[in-house]
């Protein structure tokens, strides 16, 4: 998956201008669940009995612009 966001961020310069940056980031992975609040990305996947996930990304769903499948396995 190919997720397009808009991320949280500090600013920690002295600046007399207050606009947000909103240019999103787009973080791959795979697709480890979709819920109505969080979208979460994988790294990494070790698949069997009892699958492991690494390096999750927890992505909150009001920061998402756009979601794309890249591939299906």
Do not use: C
Request: net charge negative; proline share 7%.
């Amino acid at each position: 998956m190919a997720v397009s966001w808009v991320d949280a961020y500090m600013d920690g310069s002295w600046t007399d201008d207050l606009t947000p940056d909103e240019t999103p980031v787009v973080t791959y992975g795979l697709l480890v669940q979709k819920t109505r609040k969080w979208v979460t990305l994988a790294m990494t996947h070790i698949p069997g009995k009892a699958p492991y996930w690494g390096s999750l990304w927890h992505i909150p769903r009001g920061m998402i612009h756009n979601i794309r499948e890249i591939e299906t396995l």
